[in-house]
């Protein structure tokens, strides 16, 4: 399987000219960032979190997209609404498991979510990721866990048993599904100075997700699009402050021979 | 009527010499940005939704921005409270309905904010100005309803109704009382690919009010510095993040020449 | 007693080598903002407010910051457990009492917070330091408690019944303990229109604590470097706007030859 730069900037085009609504619950810190994040590859965001609306947020949206990094009950609650609601009405789900491991409640949170529905994507680091995994028997240490091999090991694991795909985002990037693995290289360390831009990755998972009915597919052109924009930005940054600003100018500019000639796509 | 660029410009410099304090009870995605917005236009942004203390802020503020974006219940109950004190006060209400029409929670709760009290502008584009209005015999679709033409009609009766002042906003802003409408030909099509733009409006309109008297006159005013800081922002912006950059910018550095050179009113 | 450029260095170069992970119950308005300065200066920032997991976030951190900025119910009752537990635990707590005197609600609970705990650093403006003193017998009007002379005053003695260091921040920073006082005159006046820079200013404190054991010295070194990373922002910037970005570049660029060129540090 290959995916093409081409392809990629295929569905860069059908979220500018089809809009698709991505609607999110998302924590306080990237409320803003996200937004700004769709508007410019050209999805329309909408924010809601009361138990009284999402579900019929979730009736005019294309894509639902799940983030916990700042949680409480109510808005627990909400997720699980919303979360139903769509898989009801048949959107992609994409989860973004922020600090599952951290504590108890993310851990617990995050596995309930997992559990209640089938999900579409999941989208975390390596240690959220190993975190979703509720192996018992399992004695393995922390650190041995967090590694990228463990965690591409755990993430089949669980796209397995919860038929989602799992990607592992990092310093490379690991979508994984029962039956494959696709590795993406593009992406700047400089974007780990910017809060929030795995939040980003996950909204843009969302908008891909959207337009783009393979998961895998979908999440392979997210993930790519946003690390060659990184890539983009950090060349004319002067810091993650700048950065911030020129990732969203890149968004909104990016062209197919941008993606040419940067995609680093292994199988 | 007329609204010039220096009776325009001379708002400007009593916001700037006055610093009135503009009480937000907004939405958690523009916080950040309506905070900076009223900072770079020279007022004194307070955010604050408690039960306990919104009457007390609403006491030592000299207007309201009301701001439905992110709705829960606890809010909504701050919000008729803020908005009771502030009208028992006489300092001026700006209701920004956002999504109205999209969710029936967002649309029961604008209305119940109109008939509640008597407020003082209301911002919003065509579709959630339509939805304002609570017409059981109309039986048009949303399509016709949604077309500025309609809006506009829609905007006149509300106005009339609720003695408040209506701002339809888009790719043109019209001004709208009983008796008359104004049209703001400013503003820049990149403006709609930062989130919360519309809400910095609706929070500038609070602004305005803060230190122009006639309510109408505000609006035509906040509108058309909006607009025209907007073009300045577009025409230095490499794309949307740093049009969010520069538009702060430009509000700080807005000068009456730049307004009368780009200034453009129809009555 | 002296702070050199050279100290204040060797504890940036311990935040970025350490990143400390600073534990933030702040504000909605100034959350993407505050992580990403943390971010920017090497710490690694966490926001988490639910009372399920405030605890176990507190004991994961080396330091944790409190900021009243929108205040709520459940939020207070979490800022009480994490407190409790990070002073259990040993790590530093920095209060940031925005707002306090504007309403009964912040004032109140600004003050619970400080008799409950002894607490690290309290960082305010001058009177939101006054409004934490709570004297009966005092009979001074409003103008003159908020003048420098008054709150640095007020603060020595919050500062010897509370066991804490105070920083009262303005045009000029004055760190103050029951012994001595420390201003520092760096910072510019472009600061004051961006919105939650001294939000950031106490979360600096948060990062710097985790580092310098002594809180007076800790407080001294985020002051400072907060204000010369201003500063240098300044130079750049076009306004508020790109300040705001510029001042990221710069906390993150930050050299020790920066600090030596810029310091103004009195005893």
């Given at each position: 399987m290959k995916v093409t730069a081409a392809e990629i900037y295929k569905s860069v085009e059908l979220i500018r000219s089809q809009s698709p609504v991505v609607h999110n619950i998302t924590n306080y810190v990237v409320m803003n960032s996200t937004a700004n994040a769709l508007l410019a590859i050209g999805a329309s965001p909408v924010m809601a979190h009361a138990q009284e609306e999402v579900e019929e947020m979730v009736n005019i949206s294309s894509a639902l997209v799940i983030n916990?990094?700042?949680?409480?009950e109510h808005w627990i609650s909400s997720m699980f609404k919303a979360v139903s609601q769509a898989i009801k009405k048949g959107i992609p789900v994409i989860l973004d498991?922020?600090?599952?491991?951290?504590t108890a409640y993310r851990t617990k949170t995050a596995r309930e979510l997992i559990n209640s529905e089938s999900l579409t994507i999941i989208r975390g680091n390596a240690s959220e990721i190993v975190a979703l995994?509720?192996?018992?028997s399992k004695t393995r240490g922390v650190d041995s866990a967090s590694s990228s091999d463990a965690a591409i090991e755990i993430a089949q694991k669980l796209s397995e048993i919860h038929k989602c795909i799992i990607c592992v985002s990092g310093a490379n990037d690991y979508i994984v599904s029962k039956e494959k693995i696709m590795k993406i290289k593009n992406g700047?360390?400089?974007?780990?100075?910017?809060?929030?831009l795995g939040c980003t990755a996950s909204a843009l998972c969302g908008a891909f997700a959207a337009v783009e009915k393979k998961p895998f597919t979908a999440t392979v052109k997210a993930m790519a699009v946003m690390g060659i924009a990184g890539e983009m930005a950090a060349a004319v940054a002067a810091g993650p402050g700048s950065l911030q600003a020129s990732f969203l100018d890149c968004l909104y500019c990016i062209t197919e021979d941008d993606i040419k000639q940067r995609l680093k796509i292994e199988d």
């Open positions: 916990i990094g700042t949680l409480s498991p922020v600090g599952a491991g951290a995994y509720d192996d018992k700047h360390p400089l974007m780990t100075k910017v809060t929030g």
